[in-house]
């Protein structure tokens, strides 16, 4: 899914830490209130969250008899098999695309709000 636009709120001003918005009005909202956890780990929430968001799931036993990834790992970085929550495995139940890595969050301590790189894959 294409990123559209992505808002960092600031904290202690905005209830809404991060939001990212992708095609046909879908949103991923990350509140403050969730973020409970030392600033690598809210980050480490962040970016698990995101990547999990954008992810596309599919299983293989719902992909068509003769598509050929059902039958073999594409092993791509961008479509392979993997787990549920996007872990590659090649013996995953699932065929994930990732068009879109989340490639880091980090804490911004100047404007405190997350700073947030995506990362095409190819």
Not at 23 to 51: D, H, M, P
Not at 63 to 75: A, E, H, I, Q
Not at 92 to 118: C, H, N
């Amino acid at each position: 899914m294409p990123v559209h636009k992505i808002e960092t709120g600031v904290q202690g001003v905005d209830p809404v830490a991060v939001c990212v918005y992708v095609a046909a009005n879908k949103y991923a909202v990350i509140q403050w209130s969730q973020l409970t956890g030392t600033i690598e780990e809210n980050c480490e929430f962040i970016r698990v969250s995101l990547q999990q968001f954008l992810d596309t799931r599919q299983r293989k036993n719902d992909l068509p008899v003769d598509d050929p990834d059902r039958k073999t790992d594409p092993n791509r970085p961008n479509l392979y098999w993997g787990d549920e929550d996007g872990t590659p495995n090649s013996h995953g139940q699932y065929l994930i695309s990732r068009p879109i890595e989340v490639a880091s969050v980090i804490w911004d301590t100047e404007q405190l709000k997350y700073v947030l790189l995506f990362r095409k894959v190819e």
